[in-house]
């Protein structure tokens, strides 16, 4: 069964840089997709990053186009999401998921139902 483990939150000042780790177990490295989705206080949980581990596709939130990038580190059953030119709004709990199939990026965002092995979170705080 897969699980998803993530880290790498913390308090950055406006422009600065962050990167979060997703450790990835109990699956194929080659079969699966991990998102990365986001939760400020008092808004709905957003998708805003996915990679295919097949053919590394990504996919992005149009907000976090140019800034953030997401990678995957096979060695390591790791997949990063660095994040620069942090901004207020980035400030967040972002949370790894895992998906047992490729996500198809067809529609305008990634969607909750797609994932089924979610992590705990990690807190992102940007201060203006």
């Known amino acids: 069964e897969m699980e998803v483990v993530e880290s790498g939150g913390g308090l950055v000042q406006t422009g600065g840089s962050l990167r979060l780790s997703c450790v990835v177990s109990g699956a194929s490295w080659d079969d699966y997709a991990i998102g990365w989705f986001r939760q400020a206080p008092g808004k709905e949980r957003e998708g805003i990053s996915c990679?295919?581990?097949?053919?590394?596709?990504?996919w992005y939130r149009d907000s976090v186009k140019g800034r953030f990038t997401i990678s995957m580190d096979n060695a390591k059953n790791t997949v990063f999401l660095q994040m620069n030119s942090l901004k207020p709004e980035d400030t967040a709990i972002y949370y790894c998921?895992?998906?047992?199939?490729?996500?198809?990026?067809?529609?305008?965002?990634?969607?909750?139902?797609?994932?089924?092995?979610w992590g705990q979170g990690t807190q992102v705080t940007v201060s203006s």
């Open positions: 990679i295919n581990t097949d053919d590394h596709s990504t």
């Open positions: 998921a895992g998906s047992v199939h490729r996500i198809e990026f067809y529609e305008p965002t990634i969607q909750q139902f797609e994932f089924q092995t």
